[in-house]
């Protein structure tokens, strides 16, 4: 054992960590010893005193550290953050075609999902853009900077840590360059289409990866289809759809800077434009409008944002859901495809699909699943972590 300092649970709770679930509350928690700074590495060990893991010490979050392994014989050094990465590197070049894979956009590192609780990696072609979003994260940044450098071979690197969860975690937001001199306008290469980049002021880290695959499944449902596509940020779906061969597409949006990029996506990609229009506008209330104005559409996607990051803000959430998957079966056209989507934690698959149930009831909508759908391989799920798999969808199909 080393020296460091030492958490020792509560009677029976030591449970989830044999479990290897990676997260350790504050509740759990009988003493500490050794005073750890923020984000220093502690032992954890059962009441008893048997290992259990080596853990990130976060005194301000209620998830009061976060486990690196639950290996007794392995340190938390670099070396363990370079087998870490390297695996969790690997795993991505086996789910994107070698060819492709200096352009491509993926997510390198999903956190607790690859066995580096909060380290996020996404690779924007040969620029890296990563969020440390936990104490132990933020602990080991520069040595996790420096192996990224090592272990990809690039240069640019540009930090998006302003996500709220740092606030819990007791850490600022922070947000610029890391190595090189990295461009904060990028062009992303997905599935055949570019996209406008914005790495310092677009969402999350300037795209939304895990939905890659999806927009694929629109792609092939589109061809001659009116196609409304809610929430639609840059235009990931709505791109899909034109290049599926829509009749029209109109892309709706409550953000004008995504919707000037989302037009200038059509461009780049020379779609046709005049088959594609845009709405500035809040959804809740366009798609109130659209009904009034007995307007239909073929293929409707519906992409929200969070509603509910934990499972107590489940209950309002489930109205949001409810609200706008009525409305838009209700503007359906019969065997019409509602694309939906909930990306909230604290709503899992099977509350979802409840949800859009009610909703086609309460519409008086008949309508079947086709599909069920998911965040995009390259942010896998630990079977230990189910926390990791936040993204769920339906394709229906209206009667
Ligand atoms: N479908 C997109 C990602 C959607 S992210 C893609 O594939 O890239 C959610 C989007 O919803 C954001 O662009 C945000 O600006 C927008 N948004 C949030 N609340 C909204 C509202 N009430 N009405 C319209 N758009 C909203």
Redesign the pocket.
């Known amino acids: 054992m080393s020296d460091n300092p030492v958490i020792i649970l509560k009677p029976g709770r030591e449970k989830s960590l044999l479990r290897r679930h990676p997260w350790i509350f504050s509740g759990a928690i009988a003493r500490v010893e050794g005073d750890p700074t923020s984000g220093a590495t502690v032992e954890v060990l059962s009441f008893k005193g048997d290992f259990l893991a080596r853990a990130a010490y976060s005194p301000a979050s209620q998830i009061r550290a976060r486990v690196w392994t639950f290996d007794p014989s392995q340190l938390v050094d670099e070396d363990f953050f370079r087998r870490q990465l390297r695996r969790a590197i690997a795993l991505r070049e086996t789910l994107v075609p070698a060819k492709s894979f200096p352009l491509s956009a993926v997510r390198l590192v999903y956190a607790e999902s690859d066995g580096l609780p909060g380290l996020i990696v996404d690779r924007y072609g040969a620029t890296l853009v990563v969020q440390f979003l936990s104490a132990g994260a933020e602990y080991w940044r520069e040595t996790i900077v420096k192996l990224l450098l090592e272990l990809t071979g690039l240069s640019q690197v540009y930090e998006r840590s302003d996500a709220d969860v740092r606030e819990l975690e007791g850490l600022p937001s922070r947000v610029g360059p890391l190595s090189g001199a990295p461009r904060e306008k990028l062009i992303l290469h997905e599935e055949g289409l570019q996209f406008h980049v914005d790495i310092a002021r677009g969402?999350k880290t300037g795209?939304?990866l895990d939905?890659r695959l999806?927009?694929q499944s629109v792609r092939y449902l589109a061809r001659d289809l009116d196609v409304l596509?809610?929430?639609?940020?840059?235009?990931?779906?709505s791109l899909n759809a034109l290049v599926g061969g829509a009749k029209s597409v109109l892309s709706?949006?409550?953000?004008a800077e995504?919707l000037v990029l989302c037009r200038e996506n059509v461009t780049l990609n020379n779609l046709p434009a005049e088959r594609h229009s845009v709405l500035e506008?809040?959804?809740?209330?366009?798609l109130r409008r659209f009904r009034d104005e007995n307007r239909s559409f073929n293929l409707i996607?519906l992409?929200?944002?969070k509603f509910a990051p934990t499972a107590s803000q489940a209950e309002k959430a489930s109205r949001g859901y409810k609200d706008i998957n009525l409305l838009a079966f209700k503007l359906l056209r019969p065997g019409g495809y509602q694309v939906t989507?909930s990306?909230s934690g604290g709503v899992d698959a099977a509350l979802f699909q409840k949800i859009v149930a009610s909703a086609a009831l309460d519409a008086g909508v008949e309508a079947q699943i086709l599909e069920h759908l998911e965040q995009t391989p390259d942010h896998p799920v630990s079977l230990q972590f189910p926390e990791g798999a936040y993204l769920k969808g339906l394709i229906c199909r209206k009667s």
């Open positions: 969402h795209f939304y939905q999806n927009r596509d809610c929430f639609c940020y840059t235009g990931g779906f709706v949006d409550s953000s995504a506008g809040d959804v809740f209330q366009l996607v992409d929200p944002p989507f990306c």
